[in-house]
């Protein structure tokens, strides 16, 4: 077991992996038709949660996100029960972002009511597309209707800090429909937004329709010709992009996910979460039946982990931290973890990619330039 007990605050990841069904895009660890496995999971959860608090002497969390799958489905006295465990092994500052996904289906101003009772402050719907035609290729279960009745059913409940994902660059898509979903989305005023150009993963779906020729391959050229425009609409909207993907009303940026792009500590919980701790990173038990057993038994929940070496977490800090397309990669924060400035590591690759046009050096931090966003894996593979 790890010592702990030198922990500042950690941020936390808690993974539900359970949904109605499997999105026609969707490679994450999820399981459709478990729902009787709810009870037990978050018991598992809890068990989890608890057993760490009680081995790292009750830290401090950072930011809590729950996420999935479609944590939206569970009832809330199973989220009250995820929450009662939370509380016993983390301190939890008053204040703290609490994220936790939805699906934009089949909840009510009670059941959000609820959630944010027990303390949640930030929902992140999976919107995707405004439209049908859309929303039926990728297989989500709700119309864009329902999407914005949801988004005014979590500004009643009282929610002020809302995410919407979306997703462009899908087979057959335009850039004037790209173009309409984003103004649509707009139109409702979310605090963040996280728009993601469409990965055809292995074993999805979409890849198999792809292959047989039902759905068209999505077009390169014109998903870069939609990132361009959204950079300039959002800009124009108000939002800072502080990260590739993602843009924020000021004060509005995602806490939880700027603690993964700056390189910092998080613990996971639940079938299939990571943590990195130390330089040591680790991942549990996929299957949601295999981790309950598991936990029952008291046996370890670690399906893999990699003591990573100071050379390798020198590269995953600058890749991570050059997403942060603002705050870059600080020099003050490289050398306050390994002892050596960027440019003593790295001088001659920063000198290639500022002679390429990929890259700025401040003399404080390293940056991506414009093209350098565009063209992000012509840079990152070489700090690898």
Not at 171 to 188: D, F, I, M, N
Request: with cysteine.
């Amino acid at each position: 077991m790890h010592d702990f007990n030198s922990l500042e605050a950690l941020a936390i990841y808690i993974h539900i992996p359970f949904c109605r069904w499997r999105c026609s895009y969707c490679d994450f660890n999820v399981y459709a038709g478990m729902q009787r496995w709810f009870g037990p999971y978050i018991d598992a959860l809890a068990e989890e949660i608890r057993r760490f608090g009680a081995a790292a002497g009750r830290p401090r969390a950072r930011t809590v996100y729950i996420g999935g799958g479609t944590p939206s489905l569970l009832p809330l006295p199973l989220l009250a029960r995820l929450f009662e465990a939370l509380h016993e092994a983390f301190e939890i500052p008053q204040g703290v972002e609490i994220t936790m996904e939805a699906n934009p289906s089949g909840l009510s101003v009670a059941y959000l009511e609820g959630v944010r009772g027990l303390g949640v402050n930030r929902i992140s719907f999976g919107v995707q597309s405004t439209h049908p035609e859309e929303l039926h290729l990728l297989r989500r279960d709700h119309t864009f209707e329902e999407a914005c009745d949801h988004i005014a059913l979590a500004r009643a409940a009282g929610f002020a800090n809302l995410n919407v994902d979306l997703i462009y660059g899908l087979p057959g898509q335009t850039l004037t429909g790209w173009q309409e979903t984003l103004e649509a989305v707009l139109a409702l005023r979310p605090e963040h937004l996280s728009a993601y150009a469409l990965i055809v993963e292995e074993r999805t779906t979409l890849r198999r329709w792809i292959q047989e020729g039902r759905v068209p391959t999505p077009d390169s050229d014109l998903t870069a010709e939609m990132y361009e425009w959204t950079r300039e609409r959002m800009a124009k909207a108000g939002y800072r992009h502080y990260e590739i993907s993602n843009w924020a009303r000021p004060g509005y940026e995602s806490q939880h996910n700027t603690v993964y792009w700056r390189y910092e500590p998080y613990i996971g919980f639940g079938a299939g979460a990571c943590s990195f701790i130390d330089g040591r990173r680790w991942v549990n038990v996929m299957h949601p039946k295999e981790y309950i057993r598991r936990v029952e038994r008291g046996e370890t929940l670690i399906m893999e982990e990699e003591r990573l070496d100071r050379r390798t977490q020198m590269a995953e800090m600058i890749i991570l931290g050059l997403r942060l397309v603002e705050e870059g990669v600080e020099d003050v924060r490289f050398r306050a973890r390994f002892g050596e400035g960027i440019l003593d590591v790295y001088g001659s690759v920063v000198a290639e990619l500022e002679d390429l046009g990929l890259a700025q050096w401040d003399g404080a931090r390293l940056r991506l330039t414009r093209r350098g966003v565009l063209l992000g894996n012509q840079v990152f593979w070489r700090f690898l």
